[in-house]
T-cell receptor, first 109, second 113 residues
Framework: KNEVEQSPQNLTAQEGEFITINCSYS?????LHWLQQHPGGGIVSLFM???GKKKHGRLIATINIQEKHSSLHITASHPRDSAVYIC???????????FGTGTRLTIIP | EAGVVQSPRYKIIEKKQPVAFWCNPI?????LYWYLQNLGQGPELLIR????????DSQLPKDRFSAERLKGVDSTLKIQPAELGDSAVYLC???????????FGEGSRLTVL
């Protein structure tokens, strides 16, 4: 079992739909990162959170430390949101990052 | 503010040849990472630096890979000799501290023929 697991692996939705991507981890963490990677592009940091909820535009990230679970939500999804979304857990103590394998999101116009 | 700069963006070499990648992190960022990313996979850490010290190189294949960050600023990752299985994207990332937000470069795509 991977230390960081994401679901779903692939997600296709219509433009405007509400999107949820999940991330579960099994290690004690100091922070959880959400990253975005467009096809052929570099990786961009979306959020870094250790508790509660953060919002940036149409993106919302939440984390439940007790349940070791985080979610990334996209409201009013748009084709330009099509990308791979990766969560990464920063291990408590040594700050080592463990990455999930990513969720490939495709938004259809 | 300039982002993380990597070069070259693309490199094609024959197996057994050497190759080197360069990374210049964001100014003031103490922590520098080299990652390897295979197609459809998440990044895998090769080495992490805190200033000029390699604090985690446990995943670096030291028989053929080497890295340095001599002055605690820019860094070079070298592969010698390259093998077919080394074809991947090599990503450099930096953060102000090890607990900080990550900033990635565009990556260096290596193809070994």
């Amino acid at each position: 079992k991977n230390e960081v697991e994401q679901s779903p692996q692939n997600l296709t939705a219509q433009e405007g739909e509400f999107i949820t991507i999940n991330c579960s981890y099994s290690v004690g963490i100091s922070a959880l990162h959400w990253l975005q990677q467009h096809p052929g592009g570099g990786i961009v940091s979306l959020f870094m959170l250790s508790s509660g909820k953060k919002k940036h535009g149409r993106l919302i990230a939440t984390i439940n430390i007790q349940e070791k679970h985080s979610s990334l939500h996209i409201t009013a999804s748009h084709p330009r949101d099509s990308a791979v979304y990766i969560c990464a857990a920063a291990h408590f103590g040594n700050e080592k990052l463990t990455f999930g394998t990513g969720t490939r999101l495709t938004i259809i116009p | 503010e300039a982002g993380v700069v990597q070069s070259p963006r693309y490199k094609i070499i024959e197996k057994k040849q050497p190759v080197a990648f360069w990374c210049n992190p964001i100014s003031g960022h103490n922590t520098l990472y080299w990652y390897l990313q295979n197609l459809g996979q998440g990044p895998e850490l090769l080495i992490r630096y805190e200033n000029e010290e390699a604090v985690d190189d446990s995943q670096l294949p030291k028989d053929r890979f080497s890295a340095e960050r001599l002055k605690g600023v820019d860094s070079t990752l070298k592969i010698q000799p390259a093998e077919l299985g080394d074809s991947a994207v090599y990503l450099c990332a930096s953060s102000r501290f090890s607990t900080g937000e990550l900033f990635f470069g565009e990556g260096s795509r290596l193809t070994v023929l």
